[in-house]
Each structure stands twice: as C-alpha cells, then as structure tokens.
C-alpha cells in the first residue's frame, strides 16, 4: 500500500475553511484516497474518500491533484467539534484490502 | 453512514483472565471486518483482517494464539483476549467493509472501541 506525508498538526479559527494537505506520491492507479479522523478516545469516523475525482458530501470536500499524488481535505467552515486527529490513508477498495493507519494530522480548531 | 457496534466499550479484568469483544454491523453485512489496537499518543496499528467462515490474517508480531478471532457470520466477528497481562491494556478498535452489494461495500466504518485495562 502507498503512504502518505501529513502535517503533524494545523491550527484552524472557528468558521473558517480547514484545508488539510496529503502526499501520495507513490499511490498506484487501483487505490482511492481515504480521509478519516478520530475525536478523542473514540473510533475512527469516515468523512470520504476518492480515486481520482474530486468528491463533496456533507461533511467535507476532496481535491485530488490531477497527477494524484497529492490531495487536500477541505472542511468549510470548522467548528469546535472538527477538533481533531484526521488520517489520510490510501489503499485499494474491496477484497482484503487493509487501511494502515500512519500518524496523521492533529486539527486544532480555536474560537 | 453504516453503523458498526461494538461491545464492551470498557473492560476491567485480572491477570490471567480471557475477555471477548464483539463487533457487529448492525445495518449491512460485512464480508471484511478488521481488528485494531492503539496504545495512548499513538496510531492505529492493525492487528488481523478477518473473512468470514475463514481463518483470520494476522499482521506480524501479532500472537494468533493470544488474540482469538471469530467471524461466524456477516455481522458479527469477536476477538477474544486470552490469559491476558497488564501489557495488553489498550484500546482495541473493529472495522467493518460491507459486501459487493452493500452501500458501504468500499468504506470501512468502525466501532466506537473497547478501552481494555488489564489489573
């Protein structure tokens, strides 16, 4: 499976669009792009996830690069409950396929 | 979202003692289910993937013969913690991947946890 880079942490003011980043430079052509994060002591909650389109849902936005090594995580307006540590994980989409988890990125979302 | 249950949420046990969590997706079937572990500050680190009426795949490192893994049907899977030590007190996580015709057949969705405290 390819990994990924993130930021250790980010800092976001209440209201205000969060972009997180990811680099995948070594993604292959079969595997998506997986965005999760987890708020503290609790599981992993899925936000969304791509191939090679960008994709919106309720929750957040995903913008892959055209090359899809990289792609960035877009919350519009963050809220004190987006604090958070989010994780974004690239791995193909059926059979066995495993989600290994790296250290991802610590969100801080202030008043 | 497909919802994943999972149960305990906490568990207090003595040394020695063997405790059973379960994982159960409660509004699709899941063909895949994972088991996770994650100690305090750090990631989640996958300890098997488990098919149903299969024999579980465990990562390396991971003692098959202390961590039991059942995944009897297409929603439920438990993990059982066997004669288990203060050094196994962590918090165990379950994942599940829905079927080929599931909506959640490509996304894993997870339990809230089990936050085990071996005495």
């Known amino acids: 499976d390819a990994k990924t880079t993130q930021p250790t942490s980010m800092d976001c003011a209440e209201g205000r669009a969060a972009n997180l980043p990811c680099n995948h430079s070594?993604?292959?052509?079969?595997?998506?792009v997986y965005w999760y994060r987890q708020i503290h002591s609790q599981g992993p909650q899925y936000i969304i996830h791509?191939?090679?389109n960008n994709e919106t849902n309720e929750m957040a936005s995903l913008i892959i690069t055209e090359d899809r090594k990289s792609s960035t995580l877009i919350l519009p307006h963050a809220t004190l409950r987006d604090t958070a540590v989010y994780y974004c994980?690239?791995?193909?989409?059926?059979?066995?396929?495993?989600?290994?988890f790296g250290a991802g990125t610590r969100l801080a979302v202030h008043p | 979202g497909a919802v994943v249950s999972q149960h305990p949420s906490w568990v207090i046990c003595k040394s020695g003692t063997s405790v059973k969590i379960e994982c159960r997706s409660l509004?699709?079937?899941?063909?895949?289910m994972f088991w996770y572990r994650q100690f305090p500050k750090q990631s989640l680190m996958l300890m098997a993937t488990?098919?149903?009426?299969?024999?579980?795949?465990?990562e390396q490192g991971v003692e098959k013969d202390k961590f039991l893994i059942n995944h009897a049907s297409l929603t439920l899977s438990t993990l059982t913690v066997t004669s288990a030590h203060p050094e196994d007190s962590s918090f165990y996580i379950c994942?599940?991947?829905?079927?080929?015709?599931?909506?959640?057949?490509?996304?894993?969705?997870f339990g809230a946890g089990t936050r085990l405290s071996v005495l």
């Open positions: 994942s599940a991947r829905g079927t080929s015709g599931s909506p959640a057949k490509n996304i894993q969705y």
């Open positions: 070594t993604i292959s052509g079969n595997e998506y």
């Open positions: 791509g191939l090679k």
């Open positions: 994980i690239v791995g193909s989409s059926g059979g066995y396929n495993k989600l290994i």
């Open positions: 509004d699709f079937q899941a063909t895949t």
């Open positions: 488990s098919n149903e009426g299969s024999k579980a795949t465990y």
